[in-house]
């Protein structure tokens, strides 16, 4: 008698999990939690790649020429200032005053060039530059320092650039028309951590400057608007540029064949004064190490000045960015797909096991690996389509083999199909994703609330298949 009845709590048990809805769907988000781990394993996969692109493309453009930022013409005159220490002794030492021009013309072309690193793709460039300009004659009186102190005989030229290895000529200088020999380095670190210089003489009214520098750089120009009138021309035959920095420029046209873009500044348009002692532009430093050699001496190179502007060299594409936007949706994926499975276990009153809820959604994850593999060969877009193609595919055959119902079958990798194409329609209108995003959920749900609008969930697994 106790036998039967504990064999008939135990059936009542098993008929109460096999049945209850609830247990069900507890178990689904549990399911859900577990393919969390694997969705986090994508994202770090992903960056692990992304790190490994960016040591590729910083061992080029360590050789090449990084990032470069170009300042000047400046002229800076040496001045002696006596100072006296805790113990009354005094030393004499020097300080440096600056001064940036009345015209700041500077025109320019790059020539893009890609390198590749193993199966990555490297954006260089090689920038021929043209800098002209005029000073008027230093007023020191200005700067209110005894006229006596200043060593007018030392006074020098400079002009600020980022990555010195990208040099790739003599710098042909002239001033007042006399060709002048730039030398390597600026005896101030004022406001150029690098650059060349050469000695001036401040004899006459009016300085003019003409300067061709040819630089190798990658990724970024920028330019700093030190006259009091700057105008920067630049064009290049690439054609996906992005213009950064404290201004956009007056006047571009982007074309398939390239860009040119105008800058018109003004002295206005800045925070400092066309004359001044030390730093007093408030330029930053920070150290900057290659990547690619640990052992390598820290170098500084400017930080991203508030005035300076310039255009990077945008690669079409991000595989990468796009494949960590496309992830941002794989849990949301998984939810619907699970959501869709159980929905066929109640209309169709055919249960399934947690295990095949897990498989599908590792197939579901396994996309986002080959999306990653892929694109790194060819097109994100050409990627995407064959992820789904492989994806889909391998959930046709395995949900046929579960449901064998091929209309079922159908309809199920239909709705897949849909969500991958919706998912991809947000991945290309990102300015509208929000929009299209919340549109879309409120149609799944509007369908989800029809579908089970007469279904009883007392007995939703009552007289189902077995």
């Known amino acids: 008698m106790e036998s039967t009845e504990k064999t008939s709590l135990f059936e009542r048990f098993n008929n109460w999990v096999k049945s ?59 001045y002696t200032i006596i100072q006296e220490d805790d113990k009354g002794k005094k030393s004499t030492v020097i300080e440096y005053a600056h001064f940036l021009p009345e015209n700041l013309n500077i025109t320019g072309k790059l020539i893009p060039e890609k390198r590749y690193r193993g199966i990555y793709v490297v954006m260089l460039y090689n920038a021929q530059l043209h800098i002209e300009g005029f000073f008027k004659k230093p007023n020191v009186e200005l700067l209110k320092i005894p006229k006596e102190r200043f060593l007018f005989s030392e006074a020098f030229i400079s002009f600020g650039l980022t990555d010195m290895k990208g040099i790739k000529e003599a710098i042909n200088l002239k001033i007042n028309g006399v060709p002048k020999e730039m030398n390597s380095g600026i005896e101030s670190k004022d406001l150029f951590a690098s650059g060349v210089s050469c000695p001036i003489n401040l004899d006459s009214e009016t300085i003019n400057f003409d300067a061709h520098i040819n630089l190798n750089g990658s990724k970024e120009i920028d330019f700093l608007p030190f006259g009091k009138t700057t105008k920067v021309t630049i064009e290049s035959s690439w054609g996906t540029p992005s213009f950064v920095g404290a201004s956009l420029p007056d006047d571009r046209q982007v074309t398939e064949k390239g860009f040119k873009a105008v800058w018109n500044e003004l002295h206005l348009n800045r925070n400092y004064p066309q004359q001044g002692l030390g730093n007093f532009i408030g330029t930053n430093y920070q150290e900057n190490i290659s990547a690619s050699n640990q052992e390598a001496i820290p170098t500084k190179v400017a930080a991203e000045l508030p005035s300076s502007f310039g255009v ?86 395995y949900t046929q083999s579960i449901f064998k119902n091929t209309r ?28 299209l995003g919340s549109i879309g959920l409120l149609i799944i749900l509007a369908i989800v609330m029809y579908l089970t609008r007469n279904i009883d969930w007392y007995r939703a697994y009552n007289n189902r298949e077995e």
């Not at 781990?37 to 040591?55: K, Y």
């Not at 897990?358 to 986002?368: D, E, M, P, Q, T």
């Open 20 to 78: 209850s809805v609830m247990l069900k769907l507890i178990t689904i988000f549990i399911l859900i939690l577990i393919l969390i781990i694997p969705s986090a394993m994508l994202e770090s996969l992903i960056h692990e790649r992304q790190a490994t692109r960016d040591n590729a493309v910083e061992e080029i453009t360590s050789k090449w020429g990084s990032n470069q930022t170009i300042g000047g013409a400046v002229i800076t005159i040496p």
């Open 312 to 397: 990077k060299l945008l690669l079409p594409v991000d595989e990468y960015q796009k494949t960590i936007r496309s992830t941002k949706y794989n849990l949301m994926f998984i939810v619907i797909t699970f959501i869709a499975f159980f929905f066929v276990e109640i209309l169709n009153k055919r249960r399934l096991h947690p295990i095949q809820y897990l498989l599908v959604g590792f197939a579901i994850s396994l996309f986002y690996v080959l999306l990653l593999a892929i694109s790194e060969h060819l097109s994100f877009n050409i990627a995407y389509l064959i992820g789904c193609v492989v994806i889909l595919t391998l959930i046709i055959f």
């Open 408 to 435: 079922i079958t159908l309809i199920f990798n239909g709705i897949l199909a849909l969500l991958y194409g919706f998912f991809y329609s947000l991945l290309q209108l990102e300015d509208y994703s929000l929009l």
